[in-house]
């Protein structure tokens, strides 16, 4: 089907001949349009007017140029606080009664007191004790110095009467009232007020009347 | 002079206490006493164990040092509890049983339980022992005055004495003024 569209199609294809259409036509040059020139303002107008004279001194007000800022914090913006002061005050002591029992305190004395000090003289400070030297301790030749001494005083007759009792060392001379025998030990009786002296009291006894018969030696 | 105090307990009559100042002869020169000192019921209780011991050491004794008028070089005690400190130097003697320490005056200190020292009294005897709480640079001032009173007297035979006056005092048998 195809190749008969294409004959026939070749069968009624025209022959295309150029035909005359140059037309004369006249042209001439035209003046170009001369441009309205209208001015146009660039900036507004300004207004001028004369202010006063404010003087020499020329005040600058400084701009504040801080924003202001809200320094309250932020937890405290929105609720109301109360401001609280501390306080150290004491409050008054607040006494009250109370009912006890009744009771007695007593406080008798516990510390014993120093006692009082009186002088005295009792006797017995007066009456002195010694006891005998030991005859190993006086030499012989002293020894009989001694005796002879006592027998003097004794005016005996004969040295037989006399009974040597002892010789006793440190008792205090010139101040002797009198003497006894205690046992083995020789009782003195003191003087009060007498001054006394190192003294070696050499004692005797006369047989035939017991009395006791003493002899001082200065020591 | 040396000085002799006593401290006795008699009953009925309480603590009585007596002090002695005899020169170097032993002859009396100074004597007090105090009053009988009975504690009641109450104080023994309180005081305890240590009543006998302060009584004597404390109350009796620094009472009757310190009225004396006259001041012994040493106060001689008749018990060794009562060798404390005082105003007068006290001390407690007796015989000590050791071998010599030195020469005659010779002061040798011990201490240990209680302080005190040795004094030499006469030579080649057995040195007589002092127990004492008196400071030890007074020690040889002591011993010179024992020494030089042992060489006229007996040195602890005024002790006697001091007790047979306070037994006469507590029996009533001398007025307690001078």
């Known amino acids: 089907m195809i190749r008969r569209a294409a004959a026939r199609r070749e069968r009624d294809e025209l022959e295309v001949v150029e035909g005359e259409l140059a037309v004369p036509v006249d042209v001439r040059a035209v003046a170009p349009p001369v441009p309205e020139l209208v001015p146009e303002a660039l900036a507004p107008d300004v207004r001028v007017c004369e202010l006063f004279d404010d003087g020499d001194d020329v005040v600058v007000v400084e701009p504040d140029i801080w924003e202001a800022v809200d320094v309250v914090p932020v937890a405290l913006v929105e609720p109301a606080f109360t401001v609280r002061a ?11 009664t109370m009912p006890l029992i009744e009771t007695t305190v007593e406080a008798p004395a516990a510390a014993l007191e120093p006692p009082p000090v009186l002088a005295a003289r009792p ?8 006891r ?17 001494a006592l027998f003097r005083a004794s005016r005996c007759g004969s040295p037989s009467e006399l009974q040597l009792v002892g010789i006793y060392d440190r008792v205090p001379g010139g101040a002797i009232g009198s003497v006894a025998v205690d046992g083995s030990d020789l009782v003195l009786r003191l003087v009060a007020g007498r001054r006394g002296r190192p003294t070696r009291l050499v004692v005797g006894r006369v047989r035939r009347t017991e009395q006791l018969v003493t002899v001082e030696i200065p020591a | 002079m040396i000085g002799y105090l006593a401290v006795t307990a008699q009953e009925p009559l309480g603590y009585l206490g007596g002090v002695l100042v005899a020169d170097e002869y032993g002859l009396p020169v100074e004597f007090r006493h105090t009053l009988p000192v009975r504690p009641t019921k109450l104080q023994r209780a309180l005081y305890g164990n240590a009543l006998d011991r302060y009584l004597r050491s404390v109350v009796i004794t620094q009472r009757l040092v310190a009225g004396l008028e006259h001041e012994p070089a040493v106060v001689l005690v008749s018990d060794v509890t009562l060798a404390r400190d005082a105003r007068l130097p006290l001390a407690f003697g007796e015989e000590s049983g050791v071998d010599p320490v030195g020469a005659p005056g010779a002061v040798e200190p011990f201490a240990g339980a209680a302080d005190g020292f040795l004094l030499q009294v006469r030579a080649q005897e057995a040195p007589l022992r002092f127990v004492t709480e008196a400071p030890v640079h007074l020690y040889p001032e002591m011993g010179r005055a024992l020494c030089e009173a042992a060489e006229t007297m007996d040195l602890f035979e005024p002790m006697e004495r001091v007790r047979a006056g306070l037994s006469l005092i507590a029996a009533g048998d001398v007025g307690l003024a001078a």
């Open chain 1, 86 to 96: 501390p306080s150290v005050r004491l409050a008054r002591a607040e006494l009250r």
């Open chain 1, 132 to 148: 005998p030297t030991p005859p190993g301790a006086v030499s012989q030749a002293v020894l009989r110095g001694h005796l002879l």
């Open chain 1, 123 to 130: 006797p017995a400070l007066d009456v002195m004790r010694r």
